[in-house]
């Protein structure tokens, strides 16, 4: 031997089905031929999981496995892919380390060609078993680290990094001293430094860090903190304190007054928080009230008062345009047309949005390939070589080529570092800036911790 392997050479179909048939296997479907088809894989499902949280302490997200099975109806109520049946897998990932690393294997047992807008903060324990079975991993919520490194992930928004660092954009033109409120878990330690990020584009001093646990039934001591850590920021409430935030993408760098504000990022516990909060407040309005969206929703808003809400005036920055913006029409008439009663689906829910942008761009991955030849690896490798999809304004054109990644320290994979600044006026999350402000150069230049 002069040490060179010998080429693999791929067995045709035709050979294939010979051997299966000597074998007496014919209608078996590991040989790759399905009883009863005359074209094998052609004819088979097309399989997609989607994961996320739910009936747990913590944060839920019920939505988006919905949404997922909704669009996967409609996809298949007009034809499918190529003539081929999107099939759904659901799996809830319970916010638990262990059960998200069971959804990743389960994935990879039913040969799901990707998992798409799907919900966790346990990025260690799913990533390695997708990259193990090659399974890009399309349009997570950017809870965690991996879903920013691992090459076999294709984020559709700037995740927590982008929400906070625009959060700290918005609040540094609009507040004095900043609180921040956010969980006490690996994800949540990164948040801070994002925050102060933005904060220090306007000059402002780093947030107080109060952490939180995510499953509290109760969060006055934190709400006294979180008062506290604002308080310094009480004075004058005109001039960058005034009105309902920035007005066009660029941030007013003034270095005091403005009224204290305390923004908090615990997901469905939010409303926990600022019930705790309000009870500590008492009448004293010098302090405002942030978050990101995920955290503040219109239903949220809806259910404590709508124009009455105790979050009339509070200030949001979102990856999205509002949930009003006609840009959301197809997927409205989606939901509406082919989720039926579904009560779990929420067409203000981020999550819920997100999983409609990763599913646009499977589709538009999927409809580019020969439907024989659909498979994990090629998905991965059409996202690789710079297939590009549009998906009608609610992100920039989404494509992942080497040259479109953001070269943002941790976070390597976003190519969409794009935000929006939003604010509950009259009951309502209204758009305070039209059009997307770009935080990209704000990750890019934030310090090291």
Not at 150 to 155: A, D, V
Not at 259 to 277: E, H, I, M, Q, Y
């Amino acid at each position: 031997m002069n040490g060179r392997r010998r080429p693999f050479l791929r067995p045709t179909t035709t050979a294939r089905v010979a051997a299966c048939a000597a074998a007496g296997t014919l209608l078996i479907s590991g040989c790759g031929v399905l009883s009863g088809s005359s074209n094998g894989a052609r004819d088979e499902p097309i399989t997609i999981m989607t994961w996320a949280p739910d009936d747990t302490n913590a944060t839920n997200m019920p939505g988006m496995p919905a949404m997922a099975q909704a669009y996967a109806r409609w996809v298949n109520d007009k034809g499918g892919i190529h003539g081929r049946k999107l099939r759904v897998l659901t799996c809830n990932e319970r916010n638990d380390s262990i059960a998200a690393a069971q959804c990743a294997r389960r994935a990879a047992d039913e040969k799901a060609v990707a998992v798409v807008g799907s919900y966790s903060q346990h990025g260690r324990s799913f990533m390695s078993p997708l990259e193990a079975a090659g399974i890009p991993y399309i349009g997570g919520y950017g809870l965690s680290e991996e879903e920013f490194s691992s090459p076999f992930s294709y984020p559709v928004n700037g995740g927590q990094a982008a929400l906070l660092a625009g959060n700290g954009r918005q609040l540094a033109s609009v507040c004095g001293a900043v609180s921040l409120v956010r969980p006490d878990t690996i994800a949540g330690d990164e948040l801070p430094e994002l925050l102060d990020a933005g904060l220090a584009e306007g000059n402002r001093s780093p947030a107080a860090d109060i952490r939180a646990p995510e499953d509290a039934s109760d969060y006055t001591r934190q709400a006294q903190q979180a008062l506290s850590g604002a308080g310094s920021g009480e004075g004058s409430t005109s001039g960058a304190g005034t009105g309902t935030g920035v007005s066009d993408g660029t941030v007013a760098h003034t270095t005091g007054g403005g009224p204290g504000c305390v923004t908090a990022a615990l997901g469905k516990r939010t409303n926990t928080f600022f019930d705790s909060f309000r009870r500590v407040q008492e009448d004293d309005s010098r302090v405002r009230i942030a978050s990101i969206l995920g955290s503040v929703r219109q239903s949220l808003v809806d259910s404590t008062g709508g124009r009455d809400s105790a979050l009339e005036g509070t200030y949001a920055t979102g990856w999205y345009p509002v949930a009003e913006d006609p840009r959301w029409q197809p997927m409205q008439k989606i939901v509406h047309d082919y989720a039926f009663d579904d009560n779990r689906i929420d067409i203000a829910d981020p999550g819920v949005q997100t999983t409609w942008i990763a599913y646009t761009v499977l589709r538009s991955v999927l409809t580019s390939l020969d439907p024989g030849e659909i498979s994990a690896h090629a998905v991965r490798t059409t996202l690789d070589h710079g297939h590009a999809t549009d998906t009608g304004g609610l992100t920039p054109k989404l494509r992942w080529r080497f040259q479109d990644l953001l070269p943002i320290r941790d976070y390597r994979r976003i190519v969409n570092a794009n935000v929006t600044y939003q604010v509950v006026k009259d009951g309502k999350l209204v758009t305070v800036h039209q059009g997307f402000v770009d935080v990209g150069q704000t990750l890019v230049n934030r310090k090291a911790a």
